[in-house]
């Protein structure tokens, strides 16, 4: 017989888990662009002064709407969790534990 409660749970399970790996990803992949970035810009490769500063001004930008998008999904994945019941989950936990 199908359950539907299960069926609901294993949704939610796999868009938290979809959400935190996602998260994950682009975490690890700003940090190597920055340490890619910050090596090219200190052995003077990509830009001169003024490069520095707008390479500098983009990179704290990314992070914030990386925060941003981290913040917001945790958010709606808190309220589904909710609204399906199964209490409040956050991909913040996995980010940290994997992080």
Do not use: I, P
């Amino acid at each position: 017989m199908f359950d539907q409660q299960k069926m609901t749970q294993a949704v939610f399970n796999l868009a938290q888990d979809y959400t935190a790996t996602t998260m994950q990803v682009m975490r690890t992949s700003m940090e190597m662009y920055e340490k890619t970035l910050d090596t090219m810009v200190k052995q003077g490769a990509v830009a001169q002064e003024e490069g520095q500063k707008l390479l500098a001004d983009w990179t704290t930008k990314s992070k914030l709407g990386q925060k941003n998008y981290w913040d917001m999904m945790n958010e709606n994945l808190n309220k589904m969790g909710t609204f399906f019941n199964q209490g409040t989950h956050s991909t913040d936990k996995k980010r940290t534990s994997a992080g």
